[in-house]
């Protein structure tokens, strides 16, 4: 299964961008997917996550309210749209699945990354 990120880029804080992610394999589109992120220098983290009928959603606290993950499994595809970016949110973003259990760690499947910078 390869799962294929885009939409990352440069931008100023308060600016918005929409990362997708789009899944080789259909056996993964009911598949719990999710969106980490590593900055350098430290440790990745956890984002967001949404479940495999898109009714749960999941965020970490920095970024509640300004993102939102959505999916659409007619197209085996997870969105991350990112509203008033900060130049903390600058990081490596990594779409993930996985076929069940904890939306907060432990995934199959990881993309190859895409960055995105928050300029001040």
């Known amino acids: 299964v390869q799962l294929v990120e885009l939409g990352g880029g440069l931008v100023q804080a308060g600016a918005s961008l929409t990362l997708s992610c789009a899944a080789s394999?259909?056996?993964?589109?009911?598949?719990?997917k999710g969106w980490f992120r590593q900055a350098p220098g430290k440790e990745r983290e956890f984002v967001a996550a949404?479940?495999?009928?898109?009714?749960?959603?999941f965020y970490r606290g920095s970024v509640k309210g300004r993102f939102t993950i959505s999916r659409e499994n007619n197209k085996n595809t997870v969105f991350l749209q990112m509203n008033s970016l900060k130049p903390e949110d600058t990081a490596v973003y990594y779409c993930?699945?996985?076929?069940?259990?904890?939306?907060?760690?432990?995934?199959?499947?990881w993309g190859q990354g895409t960055q995105v910078t928050v300029s001040s």
């Open positions: 993930t699945a996985k076929r069940s259990g904890s939306p907060y760690n432990v995934y199959d499947y």
């Open positions: 394999d259909r056996t993964v589109s009911m598949y719990v």
């Open positions: 949404i479940d495999g009928n898109g009714d749960s959603t």
